[in-house]
């Protein structure tokens, strides 16, 4: 629902997170509309006032409709997940959740109004819920080398398109990207039996780090180990493949 009016957008405006587990998404947000806008409204936690961008969790706030979701490995509806957002003197968004309140923030970002040095929401109220808890998008990492760095890319991208799920599939003939403790060197043949460029196996903290990326910005990474089938880089190293190989 549009209203008469706009919100200025103001460097004497902050972004304010009234839950301690919200400030680092207020720290993103605020460096989101700085790019955008050159900007910058401080992230802080405390009480708002007039101009600001206030982000809050309401674990009792409720879909209009059902939502598909997966709990204790049965298909259920609920009506968790949604978000308002409301732009009056001050923008209020309001999640179920955290991913719910960085859905908010995503839309913001899109209804942010930037014309001669000057920026501004629109004043209007919103209610939004996904149609699904998992939307997810899969990234095929084995078959060719996909840099941390690219991963982020990605990562970036599924918050502002709201997809919940970043599927990373880590393992087939000709790699595997994840660095075992256990066998290090499952990852001895990546490239070699499909004769394709070595991918170099990620670092594990930096996997840590890429995973605390996504977590703040509302985006769940699903690693993907498969077998039997899309595991003969692996096999092959650990001397499990079947048949004649000559990595055995």
């Known amino acids: 629902k549009v209203l008469d009016g706009e919100m200025a957008l103001t460097a004497g405006g902050r972004i304010v997170a009234t839950d301690p587990s919200l400030l680092p998404l207020a720290q993103i947000f605020s460096r989101e509309i700085m790019a955008i806008t050159t900007i910058r409204l401080a992230p802080v936690e405390g009480e708002p006032k007039a101009g600001d961008i206030v982000l809050k969790l309401n674990p009792e706030l409720r879909a209009d409709n059902e939502i598909i ?36 923030t995503a839309t913001l970002l899109q209804t942010i109004i930037y014309e001669n040095g000057k920026a501004s929401l629109p004043k209007m109220e919103i209610k939004d ?14 078959r060719q080398d996909v840099p941390l760095h690219a991963l982020k890319t990605f990562v970036i991208s599924c918050r502002f398109w709201k997809v919940r799920y970043l599927h990373l599939h880590l393992s087939d003939e000709s790699a595997m990207m994840f660095p075992l403790r256990k066998w290090p060197e499952a990852s001895k043949y990546n490239g070699a039996i499909n004769n394709g460029d070595a991918c170099k196996v990620w670092d594990r903290d930096e996997l840590i780090k890429l995973v605390e990326f996504a977590d703040a910005r509302g985006v769940t990474l699903v690693p993907e180990l ?16 079947l048949g004649d190989c000559k990595y055995r």
Request: aromatic letters at 10%; charged letters at 20%.
């Open 69 to 104: 979701a997966v709990q204790n490995r049965e298909v259920v509806k609920t009506r968790d997940l949604a978000h308002t957002i409301k732009v009056s003197d001050m923008c209020v968004v309001e999640g179920w959740d955290y991913r719910a309140v960085c859905e908010g």
């Open 129 to 142: 819920w996904p149609f699904a808890d998992y939307t997810g998008f899969m990234l095929d990492c084995a």
């Open 226 to 241: 498969e077998t039997p089938g899309h595991c003969g880089s692996y096999h092959a190293a650990l001397g499990l493949a």
